[in-house]
């Protein structure tokens, strides 16, 4: 995991934004539907806890696309040229680049779009989607894609547990912030079922389905007391790969 993915702690990084806004710019509400109708028409919902007609939809999209892959491309992204762009431009980037290497239009195609675009911005955009798609998205958005299975065997750890958080090799895509390996905290929860993530994660632990912790983190065992306030908790929602006993 490169050094933009986990900030947390780390000084001198210069003013931080207080925007509140989700969407700064109208482009980057068709950005984050590009994203949302590329989830509802992946392959990966075909096995998913709730029935989709994946085979039966007409669309040529036949890939998986899920936020592990809108992430991964993001972090594969070179630090100085991340610093540069805008949030939803991470994501135009990552998505344009996905259909790039997928086949499904080439970087020439994709330049010739945006300069037609860029001439006239008034120019009529494709047909509305079939109305199977159409339902596909809204059903996707009411029931997901979860990842809840049930659990054959017991939980590892149990809530009151004094737990350390593990320091696997870093990998194209983790879901454990940096700040908190090697650190020390306490079990505050163990969520019930197991959880599985959209693709392993490799020598990283994630893979199969597992118990998921909120594990309960002082900030200064974080950050050190001169740089937290104090009797400020931290928690954060881990899967069972990365949290280990404390002893």
């Known amino acids: 995991m490169k050094l933009q993915h986990h900030l947390g702690g780390i000084e001198n990084l ?5 925007e509140t806004r989700v969407f ?3 482009w980057e509400k068709r950005i984050f539907g590009i994203h949302t109708v590329m989830m509802a028409e992946s392959a990966h919902l075909s096995n ?4 989709y007609p994946v085979e039966a939809l007409p669309t040529a999209f036949k890939n998986d696309w899920t936020w592990a892959s809108l992430r991964t491309g993001a972090e594969d992204m070179q630090p ?3 610093f540069k762009y805008r949030y939803y431009e991470k994501w135009l980037g990552g998505i344009s680049q ?25 120019a009529a955009l494709p047909d509305k ?9 809204d059903a996707y958005l009411q029931n997901g894609d979860s990842g809840y299975h049930t659990l054959d065997s017991s939980a590892r750890f149990a809530q009151g547990d004094t737990v350390r958080i593990a320091d696997p090799d870093a990998v194209d895509h983790t879901r454990l912030p940096g700040y908190l390996r090697n650190k020390t905290g306490v079990v505050d929860l163990v969520y019930p079922g197991a959880f599985s993530y959209f693709v392993s994660t490799g020598v990283d632990g994630i893979g199969e389905p597992m118990p998921v912790y909120r594990i309960a983190f002082d900030a200064a065992d974080i950050w050190g007391e ?7 908790t931290l928690y954060a929602d881990l899967y069972e790969a990365y949290v ?4």
């Open 98 to 122: 996905f259909f790039i290497d997928q086949g499904y239009i080439t970087a020439e195609e994709l330049a010739e779009k945006t300069a037609q675009f860029r001439a006239d911005p008034q």
């Open 80 to 82: 100085f040229e991340y």
């Open 48 to 51: 998913a806890l709730h029935a």
């Open 226 to 232: 001169g740089k937290s306030e104090a009797n400020t």
């Open 24 to 26: 700064v710019e109208p």
């Open 244 to 247: 280990q006993p404390a002893n």
């Open 14 to 18: 210069g003013p931080v934004s207080t």
């Open 129 to 137: 989607p079939h109305a199977a798609l159409a339902a596909q998205v």
